[in-house]
């Protein structure tokens, strides 16, 4: 059960790392830090380091504040192409070395995957709040994920089940709203 827990936990930390790819990694580096609730064998013990942890502190504050900059977000949206993965890999990795559940191969690749997927599909949603409001919502959209960041990230090592029925119920919230979105349109091209 353990290395269940250990993969759920895994999932749950780079799927929000997608979302924001800084609060995980920070979450993981302060809980195994400064707790027992998360350890990490080496080589991915250098999340808890004093300089990575402050490295990654200055990070999450500059795109926390530039992800609210509608012009800024997009910038940053693109880079996360590769930022999100990365860190989702290293959060995949962290999680799983302490019980070596997934090859580590394996846990790159299901790292940059579940980070990848879930950057690409907040990317799809920002130009439509964008459009949709001319940027006013992309500040309020930006404070969601980074919230809900958060609370999976913190979920994912509390309660990894929960994290993935958070992650299973913003998905669907997402899906709705794209579907909304787009339905109109489709109709009202349909009918011209």
């Known amino acids: 059960m353990t290395g269940l827990l250990s993969i759920l936990s895994a999932f749950g930390l780079s799927t929000a790392a997608g979302l ?54 997009h ?40 980070a990848g997927a879930t950057h690409v599909g907040r990317s799809a949603v920002r130009p439509v709040a964008t459009a949709t409001t001319g940027g006013v919502a992309n500040p309020v959209v930006s404070a969601i994920e980074d919230l809900i960041s958060l609370l999976v990230s913190i979920l994912a090592v509390l309660a990894p089940i929960l994290a993935i029925i958070t992650l299973a119920l913003f998905a669907i919230v997402v899906v709705r709203f794209i579907r909304r979105i787009w339905s109109p349109r489709r109709t009202a091209s349909s009918c011209q």
């Open 75 to 114: 910038a940053l949206h693109l880079a996360g192409m590769i930022i999100s993965p990365a860190a989702g890999a290293i959060v995949f990795l962290a999680a799983n070395s302490s019980t070596g559940a997934v090859d580590p191969v394996l846990a790159a690749i299901c790292g940059i995957l579940a």
């Open 20 to 73: 924001n790819a800084y609060i995980p990694l920070l979450t993981v580096g302060l809980l195994a830090r400064y707790t027992d609730l998360i350890h990490l064998n080496a080589p991915y013990d250098v999340v808890e380091h004093p300089v990575f942890l402050l490295v990654v502190a200055v990070l999450t504050l500059l795109d926390f504040i530039g992800d609210k900059i509608p012009a800024v977000d």
